[in-house]
C-alpha cells in the first residue's frame, strides 16, 4: 500500500523522491492522528466529531489515492452527520483493518 500511494503522489503531483517522503509521512500522521480522534469520539457518542473526524480522514485519503478507502471514510462522515452512529460504527469497523499500515 505504502508503494502504491507514493507512486500516487509522484504521478498525480509531480514530486520529487524527497517531497513524495514528506507528503507520505504527513499523510500518516493526519490518518494516525484522526484515527485517534475517532476512537475518542466513538467512546463519547459525539456523532459530530465522527462527522468531522471522517471527513479529515476522507480527505487524506483522497490525497492519498487511496480512493475505495476514501469512499468509505466519506461514508463515515454521512453517517456522523445524521446522527447514525451504529452505521458510522460499522462503517469505521470495515474500514480499520485497512488502514492498519499507519
Known amino acids: 500500500m505504502e508503494q502504491r500511494v507514493k507512486e500516487h503522489l ?3 503531483y509531480g514530486l520529487g523522491l524527497d517531497d513524495v517522503e514528506e507528503l507520505y509521512g504527513l499523510g500518516c500522521q493526519t490518518v494516525t492522528a484522526t484515527l485517534d480522534r475517532l476512537e475518542a469520539a466513538f467512546l463519547r457518542s459525539d456523532a459530530q466529531e465522527v462527522a468531522d473526524a471522517g471527513h479529515m480522514l476522507k480527505g487524506a485519503l483522497f490525497n ?3 480512493l475505495e478507502l476514501g ?3 466519506r461514508a463515515l462522515e454521512l453517517a456522523g452527520k445524521s446522527g447514525r452512529m451504529e452505521e458510522a460504527r460499522a462503517v469505521y469497523d470495515a474500514l480499520r483493518p485497512a488502514l492498519k499500515f499507519f
Open 10 to 12: 509522484c504521478q498525480v
Open 71 to 73: 469512499e468509505l471514510a
Open 64 to 66: 492519498m489515492g487511496l
